[in-house]
Antibody
Framework: QVQLQESGPGLVKPSETLSLTCTVSGGSISSSYWSWIRQPPGKGLEWIGYIYYSGSAKYNPSLKSRLTISVDTSKNQFSLKLTSVTAADTAVYYC???????????WGQGTLVTVSS | EIVLTQSPGTLSLSPGERATLSCRASQSVGSNYLAWFQQRPGQAPRLLIYGASSRATGIPDRFSASGSGTDFTLTINRLEPEDFAVYYCQQYGSSPYTFGQGTKLEIK
C-alpha cells in the first residue's frame, strides 16, 4: 500500500524559505494527485495545495503568493517551498495522497517545522 | 471559501455510549464531497468517511455518517476507548478545501 514520508529541516529562520519533500513508496506518483496540509501546534488543519504528476498545481489563495509545489516523478517525490516565513508558519506539515474525486488518504506521519531565529 | 462549523467543541461521554457530531457548512458542499477524519494525539489524521456517508477501508461499522447540502452528522455507536480523539470534517467539493475546527471527544 502507498506510504508517504515527509523530510526537511525542522527549524527555519524568519524571512527565509521553508522547504519540504514528500517521498511516496508502495505506488507510483503518477497515479494520483498529491497534497500538503499543515497544523499549527494545538490548532486545526489547513490545506496548503496539491499537485498532479504532470506538474499542474492548485494552491490555497491564502498562501499562493509565497508557495510553490513541485513534483519529481523520477524520484517519486513531491516538494513544497514556502518563502518569507514567519512564526505563523510554525506547524506540523503533512503530505497526503489526493485521489481523484476523493480526499486525503493516506497521510504521512507529519514533520514539525518551527520558524524561529 | 466554504466555512465548516463543528459542534459541540467538546463532547464528554463514557465507553459504550453513542456519540453524535455535527458539521455545518456556510454553503452547500458540492456533490456532498464531505469527509470525516479522526486524529489521535501525536498522530496524523485518519480518513473515516468520504462522500458524506461512505466508510473508508478498514473503518469499523460503529462509525456511520449522513447528511447533504449544508448539514452533516457523524455517529459513533458503542464507543471504544480508542475512539476518544479529535474529529474533523472537511469539504473537497470546492477549492480551497477546508476543514472544520474539530470536535474533541473525551472520556467522561
Amino acid at each position: 500500500q502507498v506510504q508517504l514520508q515527509e523530510s526537511g529541516p525542522g527549524l527555519v529562520k524568519p524571512s527565509e524559505t521553508l522547504s519540504l519533500t514528500c517521498t511516496v513508496s508502495g505506488g507510483s506518483i503518477s497515479s494520483s494527485y498529491w497534497s500538503w496540509i499543515r497544523q499549527p501546534p494545538g490548532k486545526g488543519l489547513e490545506w496548503i495545495g496539491y499537485i498532479y504528476y504532470s506538474g499542474s498545481a492548485k494552491y490555497n489563495p491564502s498562501l499562493k503568493s509565497r508557495l510553490t509545489i513541485s513534483v519529481d516523478t523520477s524520484k517519486n517525490q513531491f516538494s513544497l517551498k514556502l518563502t518569507s516565513v514567519t512564526a505563523a508558519d510554525t506547524a506540523v506539515y503533512y503530505c497526503a495522497r489526493l485521489p481523484l474525486f476523493n480526499t486525503f488518504d493516506p497521510w504521512g506521519q507529519g514533520t514539525l517545522v518551527t520558524v524561529s531565529s | 471559501e466554504i466555512v465548516l462549523t463543528q459542534s459541540p467543541g467538546t463532547l464528554s461521554l463514557s465507553p459504550g455510549e453513542r456519540a453524535t457530531l455535527s458539521c455545518r457548512a456556510s454553503q452547500s458542499v458540492g456533490s456532498n464531497y464531505l469527509a470525516w477524519f479522526q486524529q489521535r494525539p501525536g498522530q496524523a489524521p485518519r480518513l473515516l468517511i468520504y462522500g458524506a456517508s461512505s466508510r473508508a477501508t478498514g473503518i469499523p461499522d460503529r462509525f456511520s455518517a449522513s447528511g447533504s447540502g449544508t448539514d452533516f452528522t457523524l455517529t459513533i455507536n458503542r464507543l471504544e476507548p480508542e475512539d476518544f480523539a479529535v474529529y474533523y470534517c472537511q469539504q473537497y467539493g470546492s477549492s480551497p478545501y477546508t476543514f472544520g475546527q474539530g470536535t474533541k471527544l473525551e472520556i467522561k
